[in-house]
């Protein structure tokens, strides 16, 4: 397959634990990374490999793998946390890039 | 500081042309492959195209034959030809650099501020 399939929207409550998942057969073979869109920016990297955050990232994100399944998780969601996530890999060719259909974060 | 930023860009005709363009700096850009991204209004991110340093280009079938990408590492740019544009490639696009890392990974780690593309007649 070459598709990666994500939750379209997704709700926590403030100060809880909240993951988003992302399913693909590509997964198997090439680690996911997850980007943090809000509206009016640039997609912001959050995590990638096996759970490794950039400089800046609040070590409230958490990603890990597990078969075709990629999860991003985020450990007492803030406010600042609403945003629509996606994850990205790559295909079975190990060229083509891929992006899920992305997941919207609602803190409520 | 590491940058990319975007020019080009605006409102053409379904069956026209456009190019963007993406000007990097406070790196050196010949030694990264580059894509361009694009999100349409309420829709997901889509891979556009890339190319690697040695020149080499990919795209999704959506925009093969209509898209050209190219880089001309002595101006630190990256270039987006768009040909025969249709309603569907209205969004914003992005250029974005990729960094690997351990084995088989890879991250958009730098990206354009986005430019705005309106296809419509």
């Known amino acids: 397959s070459s598709e990666m399939t994500q939750d379209p929207a997704v709700s926590v409550a403030l100060g809880q634990t909240v993951t988003i998942t992302c399913q693909g057969d590509s997964l198997r073979s090439y680690p996911a990374t997850w980007y943090q869109r809000k509206p009016g920016q640039a997609p912001l990297l959050v995590i990638y490999g096996r759970n490794n955050r950039p400089s800046g990232i609040p070590d409230r994100f958490s990603g890990s793998t597990s078969g075709n399944t990629a999860s991003l998780t985020i450990t007492g969601a803030q406010a600042e946390d609403e945003a629509d996530y996606y994850c990205n890999s790559r295909d079975s060719s190990g060229i083509h890039v891929l992006f899920g259909g992305g997941t919207k974060l609602t803190v409520l | ?121």
Not at chain 2, 12 to 30: K, M
Not at chain 2, 41 to 66: C, M, N, Q
Not at chain 2, 108 to 116: A, E, N, R, V
């Open chain 2, 1 to 121: 500081e590491v940058q990319l930023v975007q020019s080009g860009g605006g409102w053409v005709q379904p069956g026209g042309s456009l190019r963007l363009s993406c000007a990097a700096s406070g790196f050196i850009f010949s030694y990264y492959d580059m894509h361009w991204v694009r999100q349409a209004t309420g829709k997901g991110l889509e891979w556009v195209s890339s190319i690697g340093t040695a020149g080499d280009t990919y795209y999704p079938g959506s925009v093969k034959g209509r898209f050209t990408v190219s880089r001309e590492n002595a101006k630190n740019s990256l270039y987006l030809q768009m040909n025969s544009l249709r309603a569907g490639d209205t969004a914003v696009y992005y250029c974005a650099r990729e960094i690997h890392y351990g084995s088989g990974g890879y991250i958009f780690d730098i990206w354009g501020q986005g430019t705005m593309v309106t296809v419509s007649s």
